[in-house]
């Protein structure tokens, strides 16, 4: 399917788990990005990629790690999961990082227990 | 710090008229954005502003006041489908963008 897509949609871990969440996009867009959204805050940027096997931290990188080893997939783990982790993720995807919009996934909802 | 403000809620009428504000405070500024966020959906783009000055695309206008830090978003003939939140984001120095917290539109017929 054309676009960008997230999965799992829904998932539910334990404390101290490992978890990978995965993102595809189809349009060869440059850079990707990880966001989280909780209520009361604006979406905050966990780490973004500029090309495959260039990425770098945002705002709130800290438990989580990326890797970009092909253009059209930007996985985002979180090492050993924490009820502070759970959140909406949404990843996204622009062809640059100047005037141009950025087109989201659906998300996924991660529940740590 | 980098800041956005926006309010959290408002509520319009069917057909009327709604003006969503946004103030920033941020290190440097290469555009802002307005985006909507239906409820369990990804945000979409609405608009993008980097002079001074109204954008206008259909129903929906945005407006950039540099000097004030200031951008609005206004939504004319409001329909049910607009209750949403409206989310103001700027593009900073290091054109990395700051997220305001969204202000969630509540249409009633």
């Known amino acids: 399917d054309a676009g960008i897509t997230q999965s799992p949609r829904y998932k539910i871990t334990e404390t101290g788990r490992q978890v990978t969440l995965m993102c595809h996009q189809t349009w060869s867009h440059s850079y990707m990005f990880w966001y989280r959204q909780d209520l009361g805050h604006g979406l905050r940027l966990i780490y973004y990629?500029?090309?495959?096997?260039?990425?770098d931290k945002g705002e709130v990188p800290d438990g989580y790690v990326v890797s970009r080893s092909k253009t059209e997939n930007f996985p985002l783990t979180l090492e050993s999961a924490t009820r502070s982790q759970t959140s909406v993720y949404f990843c996204?995807?622009?062809?640059?990082?100047?005037?141009?919009?950025?087109?989201f996934g659906p998300g996924t909802r991660l529940t740590v227990l | 710090g980098q800041n956005i403000d926006q309010p959290t809620e408002m509520t319009a009428t069917e057909g009327a008229i709604v003006q969503i504000n946004c103030t920033y405070q941020t290190s440097g500024f290469n555009g802002l954005f307005w985006y909507q966020q239906h409820a369990g959906e990804a945000p979409t783009f609405l608009s993008y502003n980097v002079l001074d000055g109204l954008e206008e695309k259909g129903r929906f206008s945005s407006f950039l006041s540099r000097s004030k830090g200031y951008s609005y978003l206004l939504l004319k003939e409001l329909q049910m489908k607009d209750s949403a939140s409206y989310l103001c984001?700027?593009?900073?120095?290091?054109?990395?963008?700051?997220w305001g917290a969204g202000t969630k539109l509540i249409i009633k017929p």
């Open positions: 990629s500029a090309a495959a096997d260039i990425t």
């Open positions: 984001a700027v593009l900073d120095s290091n054109y990395q963008l700051i």
């Open positions: 996204a995807s622009s062809e640059g990082r100047e005037a141009n919009e950025q087109f």
